[in-house]
């Protein structure tokens, strides 16, 4: 059938009776008919029946005739009918109609129950670069479909010069609704928050724990009195885990023991309990810690809050630290062997008393060798550890773990402001160098990225490179062309750099 015929043949099925081939005749002429038929769509456009004025707002958006559309689709968007509404929509846009009456159309269906005719508003007035209706659309940041907030968002962002926009923005932010409000926080510059203050103050006290967690938030760079014991006053009155724990990371500070009363309360509860620990290792006073003591001996207490509790003993640094947490590498939950290593690596950091190094190096070489999948961890806790540089040799030439290889080869080279504050006892053998380049050869791209950082770490804190200075060059310039992973390349190019730099070091 030629496309004259089928013309024809849809119009005549436009005119009878039977809704379906009304519906499907409407469809076929918006694919195959010319321009003049778009006004016969138009009149279709007020047919008795949805399917058939929908049908016809498919029609007209696909017979690209804006004049015929203009009149007939704002009416059709405000269609009963839902369906109707989202094709005439997306057919103004499919025309990119535009004119007041398509932004009024728009700017209502704002508003409209359906989330896909929300999201074809936003998108119409997008391409328009108007809000249509700025309350409604400033409120469509609390909207709960993430397709319609994250474009309420982008074009309230794309508006924000527009004098009516921001002061919405700012009234929602004041007391909007509690999604939106959030929403609309983040919209405004930190310089704003001077001005919000009161509204920032009074939110504090919240019914929605959201909105409390977000007040928080924006309070948190304002390190005055008067916040300061608003956010305290909220702590003390607070029933939410979440909240809670918000709040007592944005109170911790040293030496404050009004945060002891709040965090023990907070300890048992497997949301704010982490927190809790963090905050008392914070204060660290007799009284915190032996609060802490008690937490990683209590196997009632969630793993999260019993590591919380080790890493903070281990940052106190009190006498008996390390002998508080060298047990737990051996405890049931492995959240808390992983708080234990944290908390012996911030000993090693604080500094290990000479009684304390060598049960310490002990217990953390024989976790990396026996615990490959943790083996960055537990490195990172050996970090300036020289005594450990024996055991670490041995293991670099011979563990078949990869993991581990990658991890032993960063740690055989201090880092230039890590622990020891510049002692470099032990460091700087030969055979380590020698060691990070053959390592540059190992199959595991990690073990090769970690021997290249090695070496730029070697470099960098001043240690001498073997006497075949040249040979190793050459090899470094080779490998840096050669090996297929972009960051070992890039790495190595930076060795090469302090290498040819003249006024380095070496």
């Known amino acids: 059938m030629g496309s004259e015929h089928q013309i024809a043949f849809f119009l005549r099925e436009l005119a009878g009776r039977n809704t379906q081939r009304r519906v499907a005749a409407a469809k076929g ?20 029946v949805p399917q058939v004025r929908e049908a016809a707002a498919i029609g007209l958006g696909r017979l690209g005739v804006p004049e015929a559309g203009k009149k007939v689709l704002p009416l059709l968007m405000g269609d009963m009918d839902p369906w109707v509404r989202r094709r005439a929509s997306l057919a103004a846009i499919h025309l990119e109609l535009h004119g007041d009456g398509i932004v009024r159309a728009f700017a209502e269906l704002l508003k409209d129950p359906e989330y896909h005719v929300r999201i074809n508003a936003l998108v119409g007035l997008t391409a328009l670069g108007v809000p249509g209706d700025v309350p409604a659309l400033v409120s469509l940041l609390g909207d709960p479909d993430g397709a319609v907030w994250g474009r309420a968002r982008s074009l309230i962002y794309e508006l924000r010069d527009d004098p009516a926009v921001k002061a919405e923005v700012i009234r929602t932010a004041r007391e909007g609704d509690a999604a939106a409000r959030i929403e609309a926080l983040t919209l405004l ?3 704003c928050t001077e001005r919000l203050l009161d509204s920032l103050l009074a939110g504090l006290r919240d019914p929605s724990p959201d909105v ?15 916040v300061r014991d608003a956010l305290a006053a909220t702590l003390d009155a607070e029933r939410s885990p979440a909240v809670a724990a918000r709040l007592l990371r944005m109170l911790e500070q040293p030496d404050d023991r009004q945060l002891i009363g709040p965090a023990r309360r907070w300890l048992r509860d497997p949301v704010a309990g982490p927190a809790a620990a963090h905050a008392l290792g914070e204060v660290d006073t007799g009284t ?7 937490v990683i ?14 890493k903070a003993i281990g940052e106190c640094g009190r006498w008996d630290a390390v002998w508080l947490l060298l047990p737990l590498l051996d405890d049931p939950d492995t959240d808390v062997q992983a708080g234990a290593v944290d908390g012996l690596g911030a000993a090693v950091y604080g500094g290990l008393r000479l009684w304390e190094r060598r049960p310490v190096t002990r217990a953390l070489i024989a976790r990396l060798a026996a615990e490959p999948s943790t083996a960055w961890r537990t490195g990172y806790a050996l970090i300036g550890l020289a005594d450990a540089l024996p055991a670490l040799r041995r293991l670099a030439d011979s563990t078949e773990e990869s993991e581990v290889r990658a991890a032993v080869l960063r740690l055989l080279v201090p880092e230039e402001d890590g622990p ?15 060691r990070l380049v053959r390592g540059l ?20 804190v001043g240690f001498a490179l073997p006497p075949d200075r040249d040979a190793l060059y050459e090899r470094l310039m080779d490998l840096a062309w050669e090996d297929p992973s972009p960051r070992v390349r890039q790495a190595l190019a930076a060795v090469l750099q302090a290498l040819a730099d003249p006024g380095g070091r070496n």
């Open 29 to 48: 002429l918006g694919r195959v008919g010319r321009r003049e038929h778009a006004w016969v769509l138009a009149e279709a456009a007020g047919d008795p």
């Open 189 to 191: 510059p930190r310089q």
């Open 212 to 226: 409390r967690i977000a007040m928080a938030g924006r309070l948190s760079d304002m390190e005055t009195p008067q």
């Open 288 to 294: 915190a810690v032996e609060l802490l003591r008690g």
């Open 297 to 310: 001996a209590d196997t009632a207490i969630t793993g999260p809050t019993r590591a919380a509790a080790a």
């Open 420 to 434: 020891g504050h510049g002692g470099h006892d032990g460091y700087g053998a030969e055979e380590d160098v020698r």
């Open 441 to 460: 050869d190992d199959p595991q791209e990690p073990v090769r990225y970690s021997a290249a950082l090695g070496l730029q770490e070697w470099l960098k």
